[in-house]
């Protein structure tokens, strides 16, 4: 059975915050609010910009790729029978859409998530060390990462299909199950658990506070939603190739920095989630406190 993460020692800090608990790293050694989560996942990706925003650019640049690639194993007129399809279902013929309209798509979404996925381990690992003051290198965040990918990805995977099987019923079934396995992935990186441990330990960990961990994480991907909407319409309305080149690379320039902030503010729910039910924040002082 996994154990809960514990922090390793390091030295001593002395900084407090206004409400005046122990701030030796990146959070202060206290519940933290809505702002205090924002605003420490966006000192995470400014202070690991090099690692974090550099892996979600490469993972969105690699997908736009490999869509492109998709498509240009089709022929010259498939544009033409995915609008006929298009046409067919708003006049209420349902058919099974043409596959280059479904391959591409499909292609995104899986190089989406993986990129989420990786920049989640990374930014959890990140989150883990940064509480108590610490930069680690690039080079010890992998090594911190190392066995910990195939149950990462599990879970990820897992708990994707669940809450799109719940979306589809009505959706309140599917924010359910998002709001009891949100912290699944977190509690692989830092307590390096199995996926079914994993699984098991968030639906324990988030009882009673589901329902303020669910609205953090809904209001953060709905931040970063408007933002990158925001920011592609300020580009010019055309449809020619330049335009469509622009529009991509904005896009994974602000998902260059949208992504591991979201994944910041779900590493850190957990890290507020032990604050507040398992008294963490006196085992990061102790560990803080103590000597290397």
Known sequence: MSQPWKPSPTPPAGRRDPQGAPWPGLIPLRPLGVGDVFGAAWRLVRTHAALLCLVALA????????????????????PAAETAWLRRFEAGRFELPPLSLVLPLLVGAVFSYLTIIAVS?????????????????????????????????????VVAVLVLAGLMLFLVPGFLVLSVLLLAAPVVVLEKAGAVAALQRSARLTRGVRARILGIAVLA????????????????????????????????????????????????????????????????????????
């Open 59 to 78: 993972g969105t640049l690699l997908g736009g790729a490999a869509v492109f690639g998709v498509l240009a194993l089709f022929p010259d007129d498939a």
């Open 121 to 157: 381990g990374l930014a959890t690992a990140l989150v883990g060390d940064a509480s108590l003051g610490r930069t680690p290198t690039a080079r010890a965040v992998l090594d911190r990462m190392r066995g910990r990918w195939v149950a990462l990805v599990a879970v990820s995977v």
């Open 221 to 292: 991907q709905l931040i970063a939603s408007l933002v990158s909407s925001a920011l592609l319409g300020l580009l010019p309305d055309s449809a020619t190739v330049s335009a469509t080149v622009v529009a991509l690379a904005v896009q994974a320039l602000v998902a260059a920095v949208t992504v591991p902030w979201t994944a910041g503010v779900i590493a850190l729910l957990y890290v507020d989630t032990r604050i507040r039910k398992e008294g963490l924040a006196q085992n990061l002082l102790q560990a803080s406190m103590r000597q290397v």
